[in-house]
């Protein structure tokens, strides 16, 4: 039986990093967005570890800031880091799915969010995500504060379809784990989650381990699917709902959570 975790918003954690304009924007994203009910933290493995979650638009970052009872830094795209990269990537990723005759409105948004974005991200508990050479970089990074205590968050969904709860995994993101292992020897456990905004409820599933003996392509594809079927799994446990799906679509085509036959 999977016991609820009370998400209590009176951390020093919550006041000890960033700007005040980060510490304002978080407080306000914690009042006015729908408080979701917390599941499974019991399965969340002591010390480091990498969280892995559906994305659910805006809400699975959300999720991860507000609901992990853990030291924590979420993987963050790149682009929404850099100043004059944001209004493209924002307009693209958040709003092209709006209707067209709308698009002069969510172009002009994805300009003036530019700064505010940079400000926000840059000061939170964010690592940057490069699509290029760099993502040694972020590797790096996450190795170091994982070394560190910290866990790390990643929603790692690409466009294609895995089923109708979750999108596939891109898989760069277990070599986390091996970089990590080289460096300390210890296996990293990876944790899934499900984030449902129509329930109101986030949770948290059984972890699996990183194993360094195994072949590498074999155990990427091992951790990938037990991820992406424990999140299927957590939500087909649940009572039908509307799942919002990581592609920016219409919602009168958001899919249900109904089980396959």
Same mark, same amino acid.
């Given at each position: +039986? ?21 510490? @304002? ?23 480091? $570890?990498?969280?892995? !979650? ?25 682009? +929404? ?10 307009? *693209? ?43 040694? *970089? ?12 910290? /866990?790390?968050?990643? @929603? ?13 995994? *891109? ?19 990876? !944790?899934? +989650? ?10 948290? !599933? ?17 951790? $990938?699917?037990?991820?992406?079927? *424990?999140?299927?799994? +957590? ?21 249900? /959570?109904?089980?396959?036959?």
């Amino acid at each position: +039986m999977i016991k609820p975790y009370v998400f209590q918003d009176t951390s020093k954690k919550f006041y000890r990093k960033g700007s005040t304009f980060y510490r @304002f924007v978080k407080f306000w994203v914690w009042f006015f967005t729908p408080k979701l009910e917390a599941l499974g933290v019991e399965n969340l493995p002591d010390g480091p $570890c990498i969280i892995a !979650g559906n994305h659910s638009h805006m809400m699975g970052p959300i999720a991860a800031e507000l609901y992990i009872p853990k030291y924590r830094f979420s993987w963050c795209i790149a682009e +929404m880091l850099h100043r004059e990269e944001v209004a493209s990537y924002a307009f *693209q990723d958040f709003w092209s799915g709006k209707p067209k005759w709308t698009h002069w409105f969510y172009k002009l948004l994805s300009h003036i969010i530019a700064p505010l974005s940079v400000e926000l991200l840059g000061n939170a508990y964010t690592v940057g995500v490069y699509k290029d050479r760099r993502v040694l *970089q972020t590797f790096k990074e996450s190795v170091e504060k994982m070394q560190d205590g910290a /866990s790390m968050v990643i @929603f790692p969904e690409c466009y294609d379809e895995h089923n109708n709860i979750v999108h596939e995994f *891109q898989r760069g993101f277990v070599d986390v784990a091996k970089m990590y292992y080289r460096q300390t020897k210890e296996s990293v456990p990876f !944790g899934p +989650m499900y984030v449902c905004p129509k329930l109101k409820k986030v949770i948290f !599933g059984q972890p699996i381990y990183y194993d360094p003996d195994r072949n590498k392509k074999e155990e990427t594809e091992r951790i $990938c699917n037990h991820l992406m079927d *424990q999140i299927s799994e +957590m939500a087909y446990a649940l009572p039908l709902h509307t799942v919002v799906p990581y592609p920016n679509i219409p919602k009168r085509d958001y899919p249900s /959570s109904a089980r396959p036959n």
